[in-house]
């Protein structure tokens, strides 16, 4: 009896509980989104002269606008910012209202989209990509790249066609930052720049479309975002060092050293060299101490420090990097650019990804460099890889390696990507010197550890070439340089 009085009420509780569940609406899928108006660059839910206004600005001055601002530009959502974008918006801003504007609009200039097809609801995981620039603008008629001005960009089709549209939006965009700084440039930039643009202009004419996309995302980081004004000779010749270790690489003295014709000495005196001409650091590779000096109270402080910025990083904002990695067709084509296993012997592939990477970590944390590297360093770390006694296999993954493609190639994993942030982030901390002669203690453990052998020598040199790319490039960058 007593046994019925509990049964009975839990099924009738059960069974209110499922009526309950199958009657009653419940969220069953949990997104988040925002509905824009293509169109409405002022974000007032209205489409006015004040939108027309804006979009004549945008048309003169395309990247400085922001990717959302842009997104709304491509009225028929062909993922290009083009003539009939423009004759539909500005259709679209005389009369006010969509359904009018499809019924009025001239049968001879095409079709109008239909008014619900101006409206897009974006959640908040998808990334926002910017649209190609396909406008012909007067400022080509000033480029450097003497090809733009009469450049074909509908020309081919398929992947080829991509290649060339984006080709014209990098120069078109290389262009524009170009021209609000030839005037401030220095003359080794000016100089510079003088020869990444021959560069272009060379390809361009070789038909070398993929290189040239490459080289054009270069300089247009370079333009917009670059600048040695203010540095010290140490930080503007560390690309000069970085350049004639890849030369080394190549050198008969190391050809010698991996036939075993000559000893490890003579490859850390060729190294020393550059050391003491380039950058004026005169030491001696074989007698460097260990990487960290334990009495020092200052290295724990700056190590707490790091550990703040790192664990800044929430999970929204790793996102946004997630989807930057995954989705961003500029940092695609960058990290699409790999090599054979072992063939990348000078670390061409990886520097302008990180760059790439890096600037869209500062973006998030607004200009925080700290917070920037932090960020990364959460993203591209491998958890506990230090314990020595788990198995391999059984270490936890980095969040990069399981949800991004990392530059570089398939031997390198994220250890040059590690290299990179982390030794351009101590130099925030320390001096870009002390960062650099920390990074050659780190790696002289590991190449000591390991005997020098031909092999070890070679990551000793492509981790110090990281190093240096990373430390350059973080003390460098200014996101703000160009566009606020």
């Not at 000893?263 to 590779?285: G, N």
């Not at 944390?365 to 700290?370: D, E, P, T, Y």
């Not at 203690?441 to 790319?469: H, K, S, V």
Request: with cysteine; charged share 25%; proline share 4%.
């Amino acid at each position: 009896m007593k046994a019925k009085r509990i049964i009975y009420p839990v099924i009738a509780a059960a069974a209110i509980v499922l009526i309950v569940y199958f009657t009653i609406p419940v969220n069953r899928v949990n997104i988040h989104s925002q509905l824009i108006m293509l169109g409405d660059l002022n974000g007032d839910n209205r489409w006015d002269e004040m939108d027309r206004s804006l979009l004549v600005d945008f048309i003169e001055d395309p990247f400085s606008f922001d990717s959302l601002t842009a997104l709304k530009t491509d009225a028929n959502r062909n993922g290009f910012t083009d003539e009939e974008d423009i004759a539909l918006l500005n259709h679209l801003y005389g009369s006010g209202d969509p359904y009018e504007a499809c019924t009025n609009f001239p049968r001879t200039s095409g079709i109008f989209p239909r008014p619900r097809e101006l409206f897009r609801y974006i959640p908040t995981t998808e990334y926002i990509q910017r649209p190609l620039y396909l406008l012909k603008n007067t400022v080509s008629a000033s480029s450097p790249l003497a090809y733009v001005s009469g450049y074909d960009f509908a020309g081919g089709s398929g992947y080829l066609g991509q290649l060339r549209a984006e080709i014209y939006s990098e120069s078109l965009r290389f262009t524009f930052a170009y021209r609000k700084r030839r005037g401030i440039l220095s003359r080794s930039e000016s100089e510079d720049f003088g020869i990444k643009i021959d560069r272009c202009n060379h390809l361009y004419r070789s038909g070398d479309y993929y290189t040239l996309l490459l080289n054009l995302i270069g300089i247009v980081e370079d333009a917009e975002t670059m600048s040695v004004e203010n540095q010290p000779a140490f930080v503007n010749n560390l690309l000069v060092f970085r350049n004639h270790l890849r030369e080394l690489l190549e050198s008969p003295v190391y050809e010698k050293f991996n036939r075993g014709e000559v000893k490890y000495e003579t490859v850390f005196a060729e190294m020393e060299r550059h050391l003491s001409r380039d950058l004026d650091i005169t030491i001696s590779l074989g007698g460097q101490k260990a990487p960290r000096e334990f009495t020092n109270p200052e290295n724990y402080s700056e190590r707490a420090e790091w550990q703040f910025w790192k664990s800044t990083a929430d999970r929204k904002e790793i996102m946004q990097l997630l989807l930057y990695a995954q989705y961003d067709g500029r940092y695609l084509r960058s990290s699409a650019k790999t090599s054979v296993k072992n063939e990348d012997i000078g670390l061409q592939n990886h520097n302008l990804p990180m760059i790439l990477l890096f600037r869209e970590a500062m973006r998030i944390n607004n200009g925080n460099k700290k917070a920037a590297v932090g960020m990364i360093d959460e993203a591209v770390r491998i958890p506990f890889s230090w314990i020595k006694i788990i198995p391999r296999e059984k270490l936890p993954r980095s969040i990069a390696l399981e949800n991004f493609l990392l530059p570089g190639n398939k031997e390198d994993g994220s250890d040059k990507s590690r290299h990179w942030n982390v030794f351009g982030g101590i130099s925030l901390y320390k001096s870009p010197e002390e960062s650099l002669v920390l990074g050659l203690r780190r790696e002289m453990a590991d190449l000591r550890r390991d005997e020098y052998t031909p092999e070890a020598m070679t990551e000793f040199i492509r981790d110090t070439i990281a190093n240096l790319n990373g430390i350059y490039h973080v003390v460098v960058l200014d996101a703000s340089l160009v566009y606020k």
